[in-house]
């Protein structure tokens, strides 16, 4: 039994930001199960569900000395899981369409020529929004997913930690997502 099971959740918050991973634990323990169900309320996807959830679980860990949250702890951890699932049903529905417009594509009359236009056309596209990316983002980024290697490579090849690669390739694909793709969501 932990030490922190008598406190409430605005003394956990506070003693979360001195990094005592016992109190991280404890909101954990308290919130993990309700979270996921929550979630799988939503989005009937169990992977993604637990995906979500320790997505803000990590967040609240990784932002936790920066953290302002004026509303109870439960209020924010369920507000940050029905953000991510409504993230998730924006993706679900860029995809749908991506799909869709692809089979629509696939079924009209093209020549090869052209799907080879077009091909080069979002490679160029792509590789654009790769070079504007921040120095060293594109560079983890480039290793990433040009060069194959493995975060662990890619940490000890740039004399960073994985953590920092792990976090630098999210942010890049955030960002091209958001570069590429961003006016389909809504």
Do not use: C
């Amino acid at each position: 039994m932990s030490v922190y099971t008598k406190y409430s959740d605005s003394d956990l918050l506070q003693f979360l930001k001195s990094g005592d991973e016992r109190v991280f634990s404890e909101i954990y323990t308290r919130y993990h199960s309700l979270l996921y169900i929550y979630a799988y309320k939503k989005l009937r996807d169990k992977q993604k569900a637990q995906d979500i959830v320790q997505d803000v679980f990590i967040t609240l860990w990784e932002k936790r000395l920066e953290l302002r949250i004026y509303v109870s702890l439960s209020s924010y951890l369920y507000t940050a899981v029905r953000n991510k699932s409504l993230d998730v049903f924006a993706r679900r529905k860029v995809e749908e369409r991506y799909l869709s417009s692809l089979q629509q594509y696939l079924h009209s009359p093209h020549t090869a020529a052209d799907l080879v236009v077009r091909e080069r056309d979002v490679e160029a596209l792509i590789e654009k929004e790769i070079q504007a990316l921040p120095p060293r983002m594109r560079e983890v980024f480039e290793l990433s997913r040009k060069s194959y290697s493995s975060h662990e490579e890619i940490a000890e090849t740039l004399g960073i930690s994985k953590f920092t690669v792990d976090t630098q390739i999210k942010r890049a694909l955030k960002v091209l997502r958001l570069r590429l793709f961003g006016n389909q969501v809504k």
